[in-house]
């Protein structure tokens, strides 16, 4: 059995925190960072269940966050 790490980001809304994998496109929720983080492991669970599991996870170099502003009425 082969382990592979998965990076997330977890951050408040409202009374919720979110977790979101920033490595496939899946998030959860829960009412404390720690239960997002195991709903999120549930999600990923059930989300490799129907999809094949990576042989290899691909990393960005350098990558940056970045900040756009849109003008609106």
């Not at 082969?2 to 997330?8: A, P």
């Not at 408040?12 to 994998?21: D, H």
């Not at 929720?29 to 999600?43: P, S, T, V």
């Not at 290899?56 to 849109?70: G, M, R, Y």
Request: charged content about 25%; some cysteine.
């Amino acid at each position: 059995m082969r382990k592979t790490d998965f990076k997330s980001v977890v951050w408040q809304e409202g009374k919720y925190y979110v977790s979101q994998c920033l490595d496939v496109d899946v998030s959860s929720f829960g009412k404390n960072k720690k239960e997002a983080l195991a709903m999120l492991q549930d999600a990923l669970e059930l989300y490799f269940e129907d999809m094949p599991f990576p042989t290899k996870t691909e990393q960005a170099k350098k990558p940056f966050i970045a900040s756009i502003t849109l003008q609106h009425v």
